[in-house]
């Protein structure tokens, strides 16, 4: 690619996102960098940017819950690799995050050197994780049930998710999406059918699971 790759820095400390811009100066091909400082400010350099060829998602950035705002990004964008960027690194929200989507995973421990080869490996068309951590399985079958219940949704339906958890109403989805009320409303039914709850709000809650347990762990 002669124009070099575009990628997002979804961060909420200044310092932490100048560390991975100097990380990434470091990869030849990388030519723009956006930065976001909250996950509003993801989600706009995500939809205003079709172009993007990564996204460096912190976990625990204002506005977003742990891995419930990497499924929200997923469905605003299939294509687009994201790596998850974050201090929670152990091994359960590591391989969650790796089944919900993400191209990768860089603990906020990392070398420059390790950020630079994860950047180099998911921009390949790979997948990254921290070498040495053994991923292991879900112990948690409800969790594991959720994980196989959110990877069947559509990346529209994933989208829909996401704005549901962030207390949009049909109507005001209908319109940030461009399209009919009815359709959302077709789509709300077909999520919840997939989740396997009776309302909008059970949907929340299941989603909520999901998206605080990394903050947790590390708490």
Do not use: C, W
């Not at 310092?15 to 993801?42: H, M, N, P």
């Not at 350099?45 to 976990?59: K, P």
């Not at 419930?68 to 690799?81: F, K, Q, Y």
């Not at 929670?88 to 990392?110: N, V």
């Amino acid at each position: 690619m002669s124009s070099g790759y575009k990628v997002v820095i979804a961060d909420d400390h200044p310092l932490f996102r100048g560390a991975l811009k100097q990380a990434l100066s470091g990869v030849g091909d990388v030519a723009t960098i956006l930065e976001a400082g909250d996950f509003e400010s993801a989600k706009a350099a995500i939809a205003g940017n079709e172009d993007v060829d990564l996204v460096l998602l912190d976990l625990a950035m204002p506005g977003a819950s742990g891995l419930s705002g990497l499924i929200s990004l997923r469905g605003m964008n299939a294509t687009v690799p994201l790596v998850v960027v974050s201090a929670h690194d152990d091994p359960e929200t590591i391989r969650r995050a790796l089944e919900l989507g993400a191209s990768g995973f860089i603990s906020k421990s990392a070398s420059m050197e390790d950020i630079r080869q994860a950047v180099d490996t998911v921009l390949g068309g790979g997948v990254t994780a921290p070498a040495g951590i053994d991923l292991g399985t879900e112990r948690d079958p409800e969790i594991s049930d959720l994980i196989k219940r959110l990877q069947s949704l559509t990346p529209q339906q994933t989208r829909v998710l996401g704005m549901l958890a962030e207390g949009l109403l049909n109507k005001q989805i209908a319109y940030e999406l461009g399209v009919s009320e009815a359709t959302i409303k077709a789509h709300v039914s077909a999520v919840l059918h997939k989740l396997g709850v009776d309302s909008r709000t059970q949907a929340v809650i299941l989603l909520s699971r999901i998206g605080s347990d990394p903050v947790q762990a590390g708490t």
